[in-house]
Structure formats: C-alpha cells, structure tokens
C-alpha cells in the first residue's frame, strides 16, 4: 500500500467506537491544521497511542521560502526526494544592488515546497494512526459533562451551500490554525492582540534560459525598502521553480507591486506564474499558549515565526512536538497545568534567539542606510560562519567567545558610522 493509499483508507476509517451516537463521540485529540505543527503533534500522538482526528481545511497552501535546516532534516526523518533544492549559499543585497555572498560551508539548506511537504505530513499522520478529515473550524463549546465539544463544517465544492455541520468531542484540542487561529481567539486570553506581517509570494517557473546572476543552488535575500519598508524580499530556488516574495506589516504597502517589481530586478518578468499565496505571520510568541485545561496552541498559531527571517517551519514542527508532549501529560494525569509545559520548554530553548532577531528587525531594518550597513556587516568572515552554525544547528554559538567580541566592535563600528560600507 503507498502514501496516498492509505492515507484515503484512514480518512475513511471508522472514527472511534459510539461516532453515530452524539454524545459518546470522543477523541482523546483533536488538532485542528494540518501544516507543519498540526501534523507533527498528531503524528507523535497517534504512536503513542492516543485517538487523534486532523481537521485541516482543503486546498490551503501557505506562502513561504521552504528552507529547512539540517537539525529539522535529522530530527524529523525527512526523506531526500522532498527536497526540492540544496542552497550552497545564501546572497543578501543591498539597497544600492551590493551583492554580499555567504557560502554555506559544510551542508546545504533544504528547500521544499509547501504544497508536496505538508501533504507528506499530513500524510505520515495518517499512517501513525491519526484519522483525517477535511472541515472549516467553527467554535468550541463545552458539554455538561465538561468535555470540549469541535464544531465544524465539511463543505464540497461541488455542491452549492455552506456544506454540512459536524461535531465531534475532545479530551483535549491542539490549535494549529495560523496566525488568526479560530481556535486561540476562541479558547486563549490575549490571543486577539497578535500583531503580523503579511506575507505574499509567487511560484515561477524556472526560465529555461537564466538570466544573467541566475544560480538554482542560491538563496537570494533583498534588503531594499521598496520591496518592504520593514521586511526583505526574496528569491528561493525550488529546483524547476522558484518562489519570490516578500513581507510587511505596512497595511498600505503593496506586496503584489513589490513582487512585481522584484521579478524585473532579477529578470523573471516573464516566467510563467504557477501560482501566487498570500497570509499573515505573527510577530512574536503569544504571551500564553494555553487554557489551563484542555486547548493549547502550536505553530503560527502560537506565534513561533522567528522575527528577522521569517523562519517558522522547524519552529512549528517543533512547537507540534512541545504541544503533543503537553497534552500526553494532560491526558496522563489529567492536570491542566501540564499544557503549560509547550510554552515553558520552546522559550527556554529558543527564546533568546527571538528576541535577538527581534532587536536585530527592529533596529537594521528600519531605514535604508541600515540596511546597507547591514548587508556591509555580512561580508565578514565571523559573521558568516556564525549567523550559518546557528542557523543550521538551530542554538547560539557559544563555542567561540572572541569571534562574538570581534563581531560586537564591528557591529559598534557600523553604528557610529566609523566602518566603510
């Protein structure tokens, strides 16, 4: 039996004993979104036993670069047939067109796409024992007895209407649903206040005659305020095609005229366009993830896309891990406080990268005279093998203390305005 096999044998599997009886059909999960997070928690949960439902909405592709880091490769068993790419090396350029070239030394970064890798996700859940379903969420209620009830709606394109109302019961609800979770409004205090960034990219074909600079094994990242005024933009290799996009939480700006424009930068004007995907990012980690009792959240939805680079899936895969482990415990001793434990152990481990980016957005990002001196600042050698090592290995590198007081005096040096850009 392949993939996509039993992937339709599970998605028609008969839910859990008593489905036909209203008040006795019960998970002991549902996670709602089927992306990186969602999938991960319900694949983790389902081998360790538990009845897992992944609702996920159809026919949502979400917009992103699709670089994955060695660590998520090696951590989460990823197969080589779904890298798209290898990136050898990373461009940045600057306002003024300064290309600044940044060799991966040792390894590659891993490029897929959306589309095919969150499938294969969803699709190794399955296999792990994870029942699928195709529904839009609607809202959370709780029934008398105290069990979480999932409302949501199963909707067929082909037929006129706003389809049919389900329902299903839940001992506990992983929230996986993007940066506007349904489920985190719904069930989370301060989960309404997220701010984001806007996301907008275009797939292109690769031209089968590459325009001058064109490399398929480089990831090119542009520092220019017209392609974002607080962002950058980006050009991705993806193998026989390419993402390019951009962010920004200006409302005003114009991603779509910012794409446009750095398709003609690069020569890719006119590439075929196989399809084009927009979304917010949030900004920051939500100060809570969970209720206290049976909802916690993972993903976008808790806010894990690290600020600077916009990176969120190792993060999401790995926020999926924390909130399946957090909800093993709820259900093991049936204490709420365990959801707790997703947030506590992700910040613990990758909070003060965030907040470095976080300063590092804020403050080089803010004007084109910073941008230009940030890009001049990536030319340096300690810069570059550091920036690569944490990036690939996902943890600051502290192995090395005279290269981070080499870095800091540079670093000063571009900010009084003493170094040569």
Not at 264 to 289: F, H, I, S
């Amino acid at each position: 039996m392949n993939a996509t096999e039993s992937w339709i044998t599970r998605e028609n599997q008969t839910p859990p004993a008593g489905a036909g009886e209203e008040k006795t059909e019960i998970y002991d999960v549902v996670v709602v979104g089927g992306g990186p997070a969602g999938a991960t928690a319900a694949e983790e949960l389902a081998r360790k036993g538990r009845s897992v439902l992944l609702l996920d909405r159809a026919g949502r592709v979400k917009p992103c670069g699709g670089a994955i880091p060695p660590r998520l490769i090696k951590d989460y068993r990823i197969p080589d047939n779904l890298l798209v790419a290898r990136a050898s090396a990373a461009r940045m350029v600057s306002p003024t067109t300064v290309n600044v070239d940044m060799p991966i030394e040792g390894g590659f970064v891993g490029m897929v796409d959306r589309e095919h890798f969150d499938e294969w996700l969803r699709v190794r859940a399955a296999n792990a024992g994870a029942i699928r379903r195709v529904g839009v969420f609607e809202k959370l209620e709780r029934d008398a007895d105290g069990i979480s009830r999932v409302h949501y709606r199963i909707r067929d394109r082909r037929v006129p209407g706003e389809g049919r109302a389900e329902s299903v019961r839940a001992r506990a609800i992983i929230g996986a649903d993007g940066a506007k979770s349904g489920v985190g409004r719904q069930a989370i205090p301060g989960a309404k206040e997220t701010q984001y960034v806007f996301a907008y990219h275009e797939i292109i074909e690769a031209p089968a005659v590459k325009p001058p600079g064109y490399d398929g094994s480089r990831c090119d990242v542009w520092y220019q305020g017209k392609l974002s005024p607080d962002f950058y933009g980006w050009v991705f290799p993806h193998g026989n095609t390419l993402s390019v996009g951009t962010g920004s939480a200006d409302k005003g700006f114009s991603l779509k005229n910012a794409v446009g424009a750095l398709r003609e930068a690069t020569g890719l004007k006119d590439a075929v366009t196989l399809r084009r995907e927009g979304a917010p990012l949030p900004m920051k980690p939500l100060k809570r993830w969970d209720n206290g009792r049976d909802v916690v959240l993972a993903g976008d939805a808790a806010g894990v896309v690290a600020p600077a680079s916009g990176e969120g899936i190792y993060y999401a895969m790995v926020g999926g891990s924390l909130a399946a482990d957090a909800v093993e415990g709820l259900l093991a001793t049936g204490n709420g406080q365990a959801l707790a434990t997703a947030r506590k152990r992700f910040m613990k481990a990758h909070g003060t990268v965030f907040m470095v980016l976080g300063i590092m957005q804020y403050f080089w990002y803010s004007s084109d005279k910073r941008r230009e001196r940030f890009v001049s600042i990536c030319r340096d050698r300690d810069v570059q093998q550091l920036t690569f090592e944490s990036y690939m290995n996902k943890e600051l590198v502290r192995k090395k203390p005279m290269a981070h007081v080499r870095i800091f005096f540079k670093d000063m040096a571009h900010l009084l305005g003493f170094a040569r850009v």
